[in-house]
């Protein structure tokens, strides 16, 4: 069975083995700034304590492993970080957004310090089948790699 799981890339029994949690969990916005630098995308679900975050943890789960190591899945406990939560401007969660693309911000704006640089950086709600399969597609739709070029 074990043969079977690791040559059929779809097989969809339980249980899955998955590896190692592939999901970073939020510690703080710099760690986060850090992970948009490293310029690969990034799947951010923003949850509460329920019934659904389980089943949202497991998808994530899923998702994270097969688009390991160049799509980065992270998860926000919103409950332990309203402030980073609140400025998304949601009132309904979980919910999950999409970061994409830095690049140096064409204006600087007015820098209390020099060794700061502002990046933008494009953000798009996620509203597909929440599965690997919904991943994939928004994925494709939307013209961000999931794969090295090659």
Known sequence: MGHLRS???YYTGYPKDLGPSR?????????FVQLL???????????IRG???MHLDRVLEEAA???????????VECPKYPGFCITRQKKE????EIFH???????????????????????LP??????AYGFREFFKRHGIRTSEPK
């Open 37 to 47: 630098h490293q310029g690969h995308p990034a799947v951010v679900a923003f949850t």
């Open 7 to 9: 040559t059929c890339k």
């Open 126 to 131: 996620f509203n597909y089948d929440l599965s």
């Open 51 to 53: 019934n659904y975050t």
């Open 23 to 31: 999901v970073i969990h939020f510690t703080s916005e710099r760690e």
């Open 65 to 75: 492993a097969e688009f390991y190591p160049n799509v980065k899945f992270m998860r």
């Open 93 to 96: 969660y979980p919910f999950i």
């Open 101 to 123: 693309s830095p690049e140096q911000a064409a204006n600087q704006g007015r820098v209390a310090d020099q060794n700061i640089t502002r990046y933008a950086v494009k953000v």
